[in-house]
C-alpha cells in the first residue's frame, strides 16, 4: 500500500486537525497515511524557547507578536526564517528514508521548510495552508502544490511570490464527522448532547474557547455566564464557572471527541478564529460569533469572515455576549449567518486535496519513469 507523509505540528491544534483530516481521506483512497510530528525533528533548543516566546507573547503582549507577524510577512525571506528552515532537515531526511513516502502532505510551515529540502525531486510535495490569508512563512522551496481554503488565500500567496500555477484552491480540511448534516440528523445529534450532558429544551452555545487555560478565555465564559437570554453553555475549555445569569445554565466538558457532534447539536457557536475552528463551523453551517482572535493569523480569518457575512466579529467579551443574545433572539440573524456560513464551506476539502496528490503522483511517474 502506497505511504503519504503527513507531517503537521502540534502547536496550534488546527495544523494536527487538518492532517487528521487528511489522513481520513488517504484511508479512503486505499492509501496509507503516516503522520509526523514536526515538533519531534527540531532541536530542544529551539522547539522549547520559540513556543514559550509565542505562548507568552499571546497571553501577555500580543502586540509584540502582531508586529512580528507582519513584518516577516514580505516577499523576502529574513535570516530568523532562513535559519529556522535549516535546523531539523537531516531528521526530517530520516523520517523519509525510514517512511519511503510516495507523496508528502504539510499542514505546517515549518514541516514544509524541512521536507521541502529533505525529499527527492520524484516525491510530490503539497503543501496544505491551515490560514485563510497564508503568512510569507508558507512559501518554502521544495513545493510542487499549494492547497488553500478560499480565493482570498490563493491571491495572498501571488503577492507574496508563489506562481500562479502553484496554487489550488481546495479548502481547509476537516474530518469526515464535520460534512453537513441533514436536518433529521441535526434533531438527533440535539437530543444525544442534551441526554449526555443533561440538557433541557433551552438553545444549544458551543464555547470553543481553546484548549489551554488563560486569562483571555476565562475573561469570555465570565461575560456569557451574565447572559441576558436563556441558553446553556457547552464550555470546550477547561474554564472556572462562575455565577451565572437566571435563565442561563452551562456545562463543562474540555477537550472532547464528541466535538463535532457538538457543532452539530449547536444553535450558535462563540470562539476564537483558528483555522481548524472556521473550517469546521462552515462546513456545517453555524452561527458563529469571533471574539478574541489571537493577533496575526486568527485576526485575519476574522475579517475574512466578517468580510463574507458569515460570523458576528466582537470587539471584547461584553459585545461578544450581547451578539450571542442577539442571534440566539432574532431567527432571521441567525438563519444568515448559518446559510452564508455553510455557502463559504467546503467539507470536502480533505479528498479534494487527496485526489490532487494522486494527480500529482501521476504527474510525478510520466517525469520520472525510472523512480516510479
Same mark, same amino acid.
Given at each position: 500500500?502506497?505511504?503519504?507523509?503527513?507531517?503537521?505540528?502540534?502547536?496550534?491544534?488546527?495544523?494536527?486537525?487538518?492532517?487528521?483530516?487528511?489522513?481520513?481521506?488517504?484511508?479512503?483512497?486505499?492509501?496509507?497515511?503516516?503522520?509526523?510530528?514536526?515538533?519531534?525533528?527540531?532541536?530542544?533548543?529551539?522547539?522549547?524557547?520559540?513556543?514559550?516566546?509565542?505562548?507568552?507573547?499571546?497571553?501577555?503582549?500580543?502586540?509584540?507578536?502582531?508586529?512580528?507577524?507582519?513584518?516577516?510577512?514580505?516577499?523576502?525571506?529574513?535570516?530568523?526564517?532562513?535559519?529556522?528552515?535549516?535546523?531539523?532537515?537531516?531528521?526530517?531526511?530520516?523520517?523519509?528514508?525510514?517512511?519511503?513516502?510516495?507523496?508528502?502532505?504539510?499542514?505546517?510551515?515549518?514541516?514544509?521548510?524541512?521536507?521541502?529540502?529533505?525529499?527527492?525531486?520524484?516525491?510530490?510535495?503539497?503543501?496544505?495552508?491551515?490560514?485563510?490569508?497564508?503568512?510569507?512563512?508558507?512559501?518554502?522551496?521544495?513545493?510542487?502544490?499549494?492547497?488553500?481554503?478560499?480565493?482570498?488565500?490563493?491571491?495572498?500567496?501571488?503577492?507574496?511570490?508563489?506562481?500562479?500555477?502553484?496554487?489550488?484552491?481546495?479548502?481547509?480540511?476537516?474530518?469526515?464527522?464535520?460534512?453537513?448534516?441533514?436536518?433529521?440528523?441535526?434533531?438527533?445529534?440535539?437530543?444525544?448532547?442534551?441526554?449526555?450532558?443533561?440538557?433541557?429544551?433551552?438553545?444549544?452555545?458551543?464555547?470553543?474557547?481553546?484548549?489551554?487555560?488563560?486569562?483571555?478565555?476565562?475573561?469570555?465564559?465570565?461575560?456569557?455566564?451574565?447572559?441576558?437570554?436563556?441558553?446553556?453553555?457547552?464550555?470546550?475549555?477547561?474554564?472556572?464557572?462562575?455565577?451565572?445569569?437566571?435563565?442561563?445554565? +452551562?456545562?463543562?466538558?474540555? $477537550? /472532547?471527541?464528541?466535538?463535532?457532534?457538538?457543532?452539530? &447539536? !449547536? %444553535? *450558535? @457557536? #462563540? =470562539?476564537?478564529?483558528?483555522?481548524?475552528?472556521?473550517?469546521?463551523?462552515?462546513?456545517?453551517?453555524?452561527?458563529?460569533?469571533?471574539?478574541?482572535?489571537?493577533?496575526?493569523?486568527?485576526?485575519?480569518?476574522?475579517?475574512?469572515?466578517?468580510?463574507?457575512?458569515?460570523?458576528?466579529?466582537?470587539?471584547?467579551?461584553?459585545?461578544?455576549?450581547?451578539?450571542?443574545?442577539?442571534?440566539?433572539?432574532?431567527?432571521?440573524? +441567525?438563519?444568515?449567518?448559518? $446559510? /452564508?456560513?455553510?455557502?463559504?464551506?467546503?467539507?470536502? &476539502? !480533505? %479528498? *479534494? @486535496? #487527496? =485526489?490532487?496528490?494522486?494527480?500529482?503522483?501521476?504527474?510525478?511517474?510520466?517525469?520520472?519513469?525510472?523512480?516510479?
Amino acid at each position: 500500500m502506497s505511504r503519504i507523509l503527513i507531517a503537521h505540528a502540534t502547536v496550534g491544534g488546527g495544523h494536527t486537525t487538518a492532517a487528521q483530516a487528511l489522513a481520513e481521506a488517504c484511508a479512503r483512497r486505499g492509501l496509507a497515511p503516516v503522520l509526523c510530528d514536526y515538533d519531534e525533528l527540531i532541536p530542544a533548543w529551539q522547539r522549547g524557547p520559540v513556543q514559550a516566546l509565542y505562548r507568552w507573547s499571546l497571553g501577555h503582549a500580543p502586540a509584540l507578536w502582531r508586529a512580528y507577524y507582519r513584518h516577516t510577512n514580505r516577499p523576502a525571506a529574513t535570516a530568523a526564517t532562513r535559519l529556522l528552515a535549516r535546523t531539523g532537515v537531516a531528521a526530517a531526511a530520516a523520517v523519509l528514508d525510514r517512511v519511503q513516502p510516495v507523496a508528502i502532505l504539510s499542514t505546517f510551515s515549518g514541516a514544509a521548510a524541512l521536507f521541502g529540502a529533505a525529499r527527492g525531486p520524484a516525491t510530490p510535495h503539497i503543501v496544505v495552508a491551515t490560514d485563510l490569508a497564508p503568512h510569507r512563512h508558507w512559501l518554502r522551496a521544495g513545493v510542487d502544490r499549494y492547497c488553500v481554503p478560499a480565493a482570498a488565500s490563493a491571491s495572498a500567496l501571488y503577492a507574496l511570490g508563489a506562481r500562479r500555477e502553484q496554487v489550488i484552491v481546495t479548502g481547509l480540511p476537516v474530518r469526515a464527522a464535520f460534512a453537513a448534516p441533514a436536518a433529521s440528523e441535526r434533531a438527533a445529534a440535539q437530543a444525544r448532547v442534551r441526554a449526555w450532558l443533561g440538557l433541557d429544551a433551552r438553545p444549544i452555545v458551543v464555547v470553543a474557547a481553546g484548549a489551554e487555560p488563560t486569562p483571555r478565555a476565562q475573561r469570555v465564559v465570565d461575560a456569557l455566564a451574565r447572559l441576558a437570554t436563556r441558553a446553556q453553555l457547552v464550555i470546550c475549555h477547561p474554564a472556572r464557572v462562575p455565577a451565572l445569569a437566571p435563565g442561563v445554565a +452551562a456545562r463543562v466538558v474540555g $477537550t /472532547t471527541d464528541r466535538f463535532a457532534e457538538l457543532l452539530i &447539536a !449547536a %444553535d *450558535a @457557536v #462563540v =470562539g476564537k478564529a483558528g483555522g481548524a475552528t472556521v473550517a469546521e463551523v462552515c462546513a456545517l453551517g453555524r452561527p458563529l460569533v469571533v471574539v478574541d482572535p489571537y493577533p496575526g493569523q486568527e485576526e485575519d480569518n476574522a475579517a475574512w469572515l466578517a468580510s463574507h457575512g458569515a460570523a458576528v466579529v466582537a470587539a471584547g467579551p461584553a459585545t461578544a455576549a450581547a451578539a450571542l443574545a442577539a442571534i440566539l433572539t432574532q431567527p432571521g440573524l +441567525a438563519h444568515r449567518l448559518a $446559510t /452564508t456560513a455553510a455557502r463559504l464551506g467546503r467539507p470536502r &476539502a !480533505a %479528498d *479534494a @486535496v #487527496v =485526489g490532487l496528490t494522486l494527480a500529482e503522483l501521476a504527474r510525478a511517474a510520466s517525469a520520472h519513469p525510472l523512480a516510479a
